[in-house]
């Protein structure tokens, strides 16, 4: 189950329209099982099932079908993934595949699908209860502050290279060059008056999180990417305390080995399967051959 929760851990939260429900979810198919997280902004949902528990919801649920509980993981695997690859077309894309209902209760959320295996009517049942505080900083809390510090990060290079920039248009200027299209003249960058316009005009859109899509489809690359550099870092912080440890200490072996991703049923895609990180932060300003040699301040970030 380690693996099936570490599996979890790696992969991107989605946006999901469901009739009226709008959710975020996660999701994570294996041969040995799986683990969901489902979240409707207001609180965490959470179920982990291993083959014996899907063999005998199986059971329950049709009792016309008799397949091996790989089999069953494999099928829930093919229909979840067009859902989680773009949920406002899957019913446009894949027409009868599957249909899906969310029905939310006091302790718990039930996720339905309806399709068919084989020719037969398949139901099946996500039962999620609430998910524990440690999941939700896990999967939530710590990366979003992971990200905040990265976009700070990068808001810093970023006016770096402005000031720099600036520096070189006027080495340009007292060099006699002469801007030819008016319009494209700007003014030097002001850290101060950017922040607080920003504050002003942009920061009441800037926080509108709505239904939760806006966080789903603008940083789902970098949240993913800000995850895994905390579980690198976990994992070398753990396996260096391991190393000093005395010797009849026996800490499991998925510690202290770098996070793999399971063995997954049918070929990845961009939503269940592990997508490229996209860069965390903005290089600094690259060298530059010197125009004039004015006095330069050290670079302060906008939020420093």
Not at 38 to 56: G, Y
Not at 61 to 78: M, Q, S, Y
Not at 108 to 116: K, N, P
Not at 162 to 183: F, N, P, T, W
Request: charged residues 20%.
């Amino acid at each position: 189950m380690e693996e099936q929760e570490q599996s979890l851990l790696m992969q991107p939260w989605v946006w999901l329209q469901l009739a009226e429900n709008s959710l975020l979810a996660k999701a994570s198919i294996t041969e040995h099982g799986y683990a969901l997280l489902i979240s409707d902004l207001q609180q965490v949902w959470h179920e982990q099932a291993d083959t014996l528990v899907v063999s005998q919801r199986a059971k329950e649920l049709n009792k016309r079908l008799t397949a091996p509980p790989a089999a069953f993981l494999c099928h829930l695997d093919e229909v979840l993934r067009p859902l989680f690859k773009d949920s406002a077309h899957q019913d446009a894309a894949h027409p009868g595949k599957a249909t899906f209902s969310c029905d939310r209760r006091e302790e718990v959320l039930i996720l339905r699908v309806r399709s068919e295996l084989s020719g037969l009517p398949f139901n099946w049942q996500f039962h999620c209860i609430p998910a524990s505080s440690s999941l939700v900083f896990q999967h939530l809390i710590h990366p979003l502050m992971g990200v905040s510090l990265a976009l700070q990060s990068h808001v810093r290079e970023l006016a770096a290279l402005l000031r720099m920039k600036d520096l070189e248009i006027q080495a340009y200027q007292e060099s006699g060059a002469v801007l030819s299209r008016s319009r494209l003249k700007t003014e030097p960058f002001e850290e101060n008056s950017f922040l607080e316009q920003f504050m002003v005009e942009k920061l009441p859109e800037a926080c509108a999180v709505g239904d939760g899509k806006p966080f789903a489809v603008s940083l789902q690359s970098l949240c993913l990417a800000v995850t895994k550099q905390q579980v690198q870092a976990r994992q070398k912080h753990q396996g260096s305390g391991e190393t000093q440890t005395s010797s009849s200490t026996s800490p499991r072996g998925t510690d202290n080995q770098v996070l793999k991703q399971p063995e997954e049923l049918v070929p990845r895609s961009p939503t269940l399967s592990e997508p490229e990180p996209e860069p965390v932060a903005a290089s600094g300003p690259m060298h530059r051959a010197q125009l004039g040699k004015p006095k330069r301040k050290k670079p302060r970030g906008l939020f420093s």
